[in-house]
């Protein structure tokens, strides 16, 4: 059964601040991963794929990879109060994207 | 960009009631998805199809059923409803899982 683990949360942080938000993943396979923010009461939206071991930067989100130790994260910065919402980890497998349970994000302004 | 449309965002259903939820995306995807999202337990798998007439079973198929006969829609059948089924219902699509999905926007499912 492949796995993706997230950690809950909440994570809190302040407005302004750097939030980083940690998946790990059983699959080691697995070549396409993904982060979806999901607002309560909305479905989830893509906002970052990865491929590569690295770091992959889009405005303020980066997205970092790191194969040998299946680990994906996601840093935001600048946080504000808008980007608080559910994140959720997604690891490609050979038909069907396996997702983690989400972590919260909550940014106090 | 790719649309998902869902045909109800909310829907209140009696136990017992065959309920259809429809799905239809824009962007001639091969692969359409169904699963359900609840507190807790996050997003569950209940069917996927790769081709018309083609379904999969997911992680948790018992229950429903499913059907595909155009490439752009695809159907998610409860056949007799249970207040257990009650949750959010997201379909999604994609090229590929390389590509990721695109999600519709989700029917709120009440059984009661």
């Known amino acids: 059964q492949k796995e993706v683990e997230q950690n809950s949360g909440p994570l809190s942080v302040p407005e302004g601040a750097i939030a980083s938000l940690n998946c790990t993943y059983s699959d080691r396979v697995s070549q396409s991963f993904f982060w979806y923010r999901q607002y309560s009461g909305k479905s989830p939206e893509l906002i970052m794929s990865?491929?590569?071991?690295g770091d992959k930067e889009d405005g303020r989100f980066t997205a970092q990879l790191n194969k040998a130790s299946q680990y994906v994260s996601l840093l935001i910065r600048d946080s504000q109060p808008s980007d608080s919402a559910t994140y959720l980890c997604a690891v490609a497998g050979y038909s069907t994207l396996t997702f983690g349970k989400g972590t919260m994000l909550l940014v106090s302004p | 960009d790719v649309k998902v449309t869902q045909s109800s965002r909310y829907l209140v259903k009696r136990t017992g009631e065959k309920v259809f939820l429809e799905c239809v995306q824009d962007m001639d995807h091969e692969n359409m998805f169904w699963y359900r999202q609840d507190p807790g337990l996050g997003l569950r798998l209940i069917y996927f199809?790769?081709?018309?007439?083609?379904?999969e079973k997911g992680d948790i198929p018992e229950g429903y059923s499913v059907s595909r006969e155009k490439k752009e829609r695809f159907s998610l059948i409860l056949e007799s409803a249970s207040t257990n089924q009650t949750s959010m219902y997201l379909c999604?699509?994609?090229?590929?899982?390389?590509?990721?999905?695109?999600f519709g926007s989700g029917t709120r499912l009440t059984v009661v």
């Open positions: 199809s790769y081709d018309v007439k083609m379904k």
């Open positions: 999604a699509s994609s090229e590929g899982t390389a590509y990721g999905y695109t």
């Open positions: 990865i491929y590569s071991n």
